[in-house]
């Protein structure tokens, strides 16, 4: 799961935080102990120098090392005894005296090798939801605010159905495709008012809320937002300039929030098809909502992309008034 280098920055930074203070916290309790039994310190300063010890008594030339080695054993068990005492009759925990790391596969690195460990994707699950709420706004997106009851039930002749009967297949599939999630799901075109429901939020802003919950990385954005980094990418005079885009084609889910409202040049034109060619060419998946009609698409953007769109996405036709119109 590629996560932006923001979101993967933060998660690390605190990972770190959290590994420094797990050291310090572990350093400090078992300093405070050996401050009240001074002769635990000793006995464990012992222990520790029992292997620097064997190694001596083994590389002795010309010396038979079995009696060295019994003596260092016998020496061993006494102290062990001794610390196993102080422990019980002080009440003390041995887990209290241990090292344990942050983590018990990575150590608190983030990294079992080069794969990512479970505590630094938790993180950067967190970040990305701190992230999504920013961009999405309210925080109210969720497949449990849908309303149903704002569409008619009466049947329109134009649509074939009644509004209310497509808005609840569109909803079906939205949901299904949001908890099935996988980088390899198709893309999605959302065509009409996406506001389905009082105080219910875009419907792809539902889709990225929940699978960003299931741990996949969600860039969510409006089409402004997304043409301007690319714009900073393209008049670049820094390396974190530079990456401004790079989060559009490594994400595992791409939203694109209303496409349409961007003055159109042929410099956007040529990034749309950039970002929607390439991530189909990398079989990665795209959801671009727009109010713009399948025609206008034509005639706006270059046949190329309107194929793309047209052609591969699957096609939300939304029917009934924008909900935010309705309240």
């Known amino acids: 799961m590629a996560y932006s280098e923001a979101v993967l920055q933060r ?105 990512m460990c479970d505590c630094l994707r938790e993180l ?7 992230e999504l709420s920013q961009l999405i706004g309210s925080g109210r997106e969720s497949f449990d605010r849908f309303r149903l009851d704002v569409y008619s039930s009466e049947f329109d002749p134009k649509l074939g159905a009644s509004p209310r009967t497509l808005m609840q297949y569109i909803y079906n599939n939205a949901l299904h495709y949001a908890r099935t999630f996988t980088p ?41 937002h997304l043409f301007s980094d690319f714009e900073t990418a393209k008049f ?36 749309l098809y950039q970002v929607v060619n390439t991530r189909l060419m990398d079989g990665l998946p795209t959801i671009i909502s727009t109010n713009l009609p399948a025609a206008e698409l034509k005639q706006r953007y270059s046949p190329q992309i309107a194929s793309r769109l047209l052609g591969t996405y699957e096609c939300y036709s939304f029917a009934g008034d924008d909900i935010r119109m309705l309240k």
């Not at 893309?187 to 389905?196: C, D, E, Q, V, Y």
Request: aromatic fraction near 6%.
């Open 236 to 271: 670049a005079r820094s390396a974190e300039s530079a990456d401004a885009s790079r989060k559009y084609f490594a994400c595992d889910l791409l939203i694109i929030d209303d496409l349409g409202t961007e003055m159109t040049t042929q410099f956007i034109i040529s990034a």
């Open 11 to 115: 998660a690390q930074a605190r990972l770190a935080q959290a590994k420094q203070q797990h050291d310090d916290e572990t350093r400090s309790r078992i300093a405070a102990i050996y401050a009240q039994q001074p002769r635990l310190r000793q006995i464990d300063l012992s222990l520790r120098q029992t292997a620097a010890r064997v190694m001596a008594v083994s590389f002795r030339r010309g010396e038979d090392p079995s009696a060295a080695m019994a003596e260092l054993k016998k020496e061993n068990l006494a102290l062990q005894q001794e610390r196993d005492w102080i422990l019980e009759s002080n009440d003390i925990d041995p887990d209290d005296l241990a090292e344990t790391p942050l983590c018990p596969h990575c150590g608190g690195n983030g990294y079992v090798g080069a794969v």
């Open 184 to 224: 390899e799901s198709g893309s999605i075109l959302m065509i009409g008012a996406t506001i389905i429901g009082r105080d219910f939020g875009p419907l792809s802003a539902c889709i990225a809320r929940t699978v960003a919950d299931r741990g996949y990385s969600v860039v969510y954005d409006t089409t402004i």
């Open 124 to 130: 950067c699950r967190q970040e990305q939801k701190k």
